[in-house]
């Protein structure tokens, strides 16, 4: 009951005095300005004689929208609203980019800011808010899902700037006309606004794939149907990263299978219990701002215009989202412990993440907190904060303490590691690539271009084996990334003989004496997932798919695999993994029923049996050259 109280109030802090106050007399600004627009009311009127309804019950149903999502900034509300973010924040300290910022805000003095922001946790809506109102930013206006526009909560969120929408709008397309105009006319007014590129809270810890509702009612208004003197915005991605979250244990419950627990007054009010407990720091990071009006003129320069436009920009977002989300202690421990499953002492971790440590050093990538993950007592402090949180298991009754992954705490393991996945998996790729080369026997057939031109139709397979999974540059880029990485991993020459040519022995010599090995640890989860399901698909032969039984059969399927050892982790067994299996496969045209199709699916089931043998073979290879021999975990071979 204490938290009850608490929020409710805090809520009624933020309230205005008298209940009269509720409402303001006028509409919000926007609102006001656009139902006496002239253009406004003419869209309104096409849209009405494109469905035969009358103009003026267009305009009412449009009015009506307008005012259940419209906002406003009221100072009462907004200083409420922030010593209520402060208290659910009360498990983190929070870090924030001070030079990054002092740089953003001489940018939020000149123009308006489109806030594109990763959400891997509901504390996203306040962490943001509340950095850049302790900062003194313009006001900005966050947009949330209207599942959380709870009562008396969403009352006091809508005077703070929080603009409450529907998700699924196909067909309404009047409210779509009330949400494109209410964007324009808040850009046209210099509005900062803020939304989650994702859509939605990520499942896994790294990024979901885009959605492009908001981003392509942003290009609308900068395109301004032509006209010069349309307003622009720098879109400015913002990353949110956290040590660990409360939320990640339920997350990983549906990824198995459970139900989502809707969004209500005792969801929040047991969301507010769980951040009693301390978790560490939550890190709030600036990506590289750009102008989308610029960009969407490079775009047409290069032919490129309307939904793939749209789609190009949310792609470069989210890749700017990646290259600012800062390397964390707990990603890298969690990293270590689930790639070697099984207890390990500090010394054992320490020698897991030092030729880690190297790499992101090599790369430049940030750590979080300026942490020194080579040093001893950081890398402890992370295993007791992940003991305490019973995501490790420590037993310390030998000779020396050792951490496992807790009992079915391998997805929230995961999770933490995902954070950080992004960029270790173009040279997960690049190890892949060199081990084909290193099989090639010596009556191989090679195409033009010899044994390095095997290794890259190589990567490119596995980049199109995993295109739905991860955030790949177009292919000239990968390839450019991929010959940075294969620099760092066997040097400048790329193990290239006297002749320039590389050879299958060269190869396997570089592949043994590279550190660190990563595919194991990076791509084996993925792959494991989807092998499971490209089975259960194969074993329906050339006949029709029903998605959710096939889901709930890989589900069941797959963990009776993992009580097999028939995949390398429990973190496989996961609905979020094989959604995006079923996505590759749909888009290999394998779903529908027809005759022969069934050859095709053992096709892709024997490909993905491959990928996963390749990624053991580089498993074994890192536990031979780990100096305290970390044996990685035996699989049993699908039958």
């Known amino acids: 009951m204490a938290a009850v109280r608490r929020i409710r109030e805090l809520a009624r802090s933020s309230l205005p005095r008298a209940v009269g106050e509720r409402l303001p007399a006028a509409p919000p600004q926007e609102v006001g300005e656009l139902l006496a627009d002239e253009r406004?009311?003419?869209a309104v009127a096409e849209q009405a004689a494109s469905q035969g309804r009358d103009a003026s019950d267009?305009?009412?149903?449009?009015?009506?929208?307008?005012?259940?999502?419209?906002?406003?900034?009221?100072?009462r509300a907004s200083q409420g609203w922030a010593r209520m973010g402060e208290w659910f924040l009360r498990a983190y300290d929070v870090l924030v980019d001070e030079d990054d910022m002092h740089q953003l805000r001489r940018l939020d003095r000149t123009h308006s800011l489109a806030l594109a922001f990763s959400h891997r946790s509901y504390l996203d809506g306040m962490v943001i808010p509340n950095a850049l109102m302790a900062r003194r930013f313009s006001p900005t206006y966050t947009f949330g899902g209207a599942n959380l526009n709870l009562p008396l909560i969403g009352s006091v969120a809508s005077r703070t700037g929080v603009i409450f929408i529907r998700r699924a709008t196909q067909e309404i397309p009047v409210y779509r006309l009330a949400l494109r105009s209410y964007i324009r006319q808040m850009v046209t007014n210099r509005r900062n606004l803020a939304w989650s590129i994702e859509g939605g809270r990520t499942r896994t810890g790294k990024l979901r794939p885009p959605v492009h509702g908001i981003l392509k009612y942003l290009t609308d208004t900068v395109q301004?149907?032509?006209?010069?003197?349309?307003?622009?915005?720098?879109?400015?991605?913002?990353?949110?990263?956290?040590?660990?979250?409360?939320?990640?244990?339920?997350?990983?419950d549906e990824a198995r299978g459970a139900r989502k627990t809707p969004e209500d007054w005792r969801w929040l009010v047991r969301f507010a219990r769980l951040q009693r407990n301390r978790l560490g720091r939550a890190y709030l990071t600036v990506g590289e701002p750009f102008s989308l009006k610029e960009r969407m003129d490079d775009l047409a320069a290069e032919g490129v215009t309307g939904h793939q436009a749209v789609e190009r920009i949310a792609l470069d977002i989210s890749h700017r989202l990646n290259r600012a989300t800062p390397v964390t202690v707990t990603a890298i421990?969690?990293?270590?412990?689930?790639?070697?499953?099984?207890?390990?002492?500090?010394?054992?971790?320490?020698?897991?993440?030092?030729?880690?440590?190297?790499?992101?050093?090599?790369?430049?990538?940030?750590?979080?907190?300026?942490?020194?993950?080579?040093?001893?007592?950081?890398?402890?402090?992370?295993?007791?904060?992940?003991?305490?949180?019973?995501?490790?298991?420590a037993y310390d009754q030998g000779t020396e303490p050792v951490w496992k992954i807790g009992d079915d705490q391998h997805l929230v393991a995961a999770f933490y590691r995902n954070t950080v996945i992004h960029i270790l998996v173009e040279r997960a790729i690049g190890e892949l690539a060199l081990l084909t080369v290193s099989e090639l026997g010596p009556d191989a057939e090679l195409p033009e271009g010899g044994e390095l031109q095997v290794g890259w139709e190589e990567a490119k397979r596995m980049r199109d084996l995993l295109k739905f999974e991860f955030f790949f540059p177009a292919r000239a880029g990968f390839e450019e990334d991929l010959r940075a990485e294969l620099e760092l991993l066997v040097g400048e020459d790329a193990g290239l003989d006297e002749h320039g040519a590389m050879t299958a022995g060269r190869a396997r010599e570089l592949l043994v004496t590279a550190r660190p090995h990563l595919a194991h640890l990076v791509l084996r989860p993925f792959l494991d997932a989807y092998l499971v399901l490209a089975d259960r698909l194969a074993d329906r032969g050339d006949g029709p798919v029903d998605e959710d039984d096939l889901l709930a059969d890989a589900l069941a399927v797959g963990q009776q695999w993992a009580l097999q050892r028939r995949v390398a982790s429990a973190e496989s067994i996961s609905l979020e993994l094989f959604r995006t299996a079923l996505a590759l496969a749909r888009h290999r045209?394998?779903?529908?029923?027809?005759?022969?199709?069934?050859?095709?699916?053992?096709?892709?089931?024997?490909?993905?049996?491959?990928?996963?043998?390749?990624?053991?073979?580089?498993?074994?290879?890192?536990?031979?050259?780990?100096?305290?021999?970390?044996?990685?975990?035996?699989?049993?071979?699908?039958?």
């Open 40 to 42: 406004f009311r003419q």
């Open 589 to 639: 045209g394998l779903l529908e029923g027809a005759e022969g199709i069934g050859t095709a699916r053992e096709a892709f089931a024997a490909e993905l049996r491959d990928s996963v043998r390749r990624v053991d073979i580089i498993g074994e290879i890192a536990a031979d050259a780990m100096p305290t021999q970390v044996p990685q975990p035996r699989r049993q071979e699908p039958v």
């Open 224 to 252: 301004g149907d032509g006209d010069d003197g349309a307003p622009d915005v720098q879109v400015v991605p913002l990353s949110v990263v956290y040590d660990q979250l409360h939320e990640v244990a339920l997350m990983t």
């Open 58 to 75: 267009v305009m009412k149903e449009v009015e009506g929208y307008l005012h259940e999502m419209s906002a406003a900034h009221d100072d």
């Open 333 to 393: 421990v969690s990293l270590a412990l689930l790639g070697a499953d099984r207890a390990l002492t500090v010394d054992e971790v320490l020698d897991t993440v030092e030729p880690l440590a190297t790499y992101i050093e090599a790369r430049h990538w940030p750590v979080a907190g300026a942490a020194d993950l080579r040093d001893r007592s950081t890398i402890r402090r992370a295993l007791a904060e992940l003991s305490r949180s019973s995501v490790l298991t």
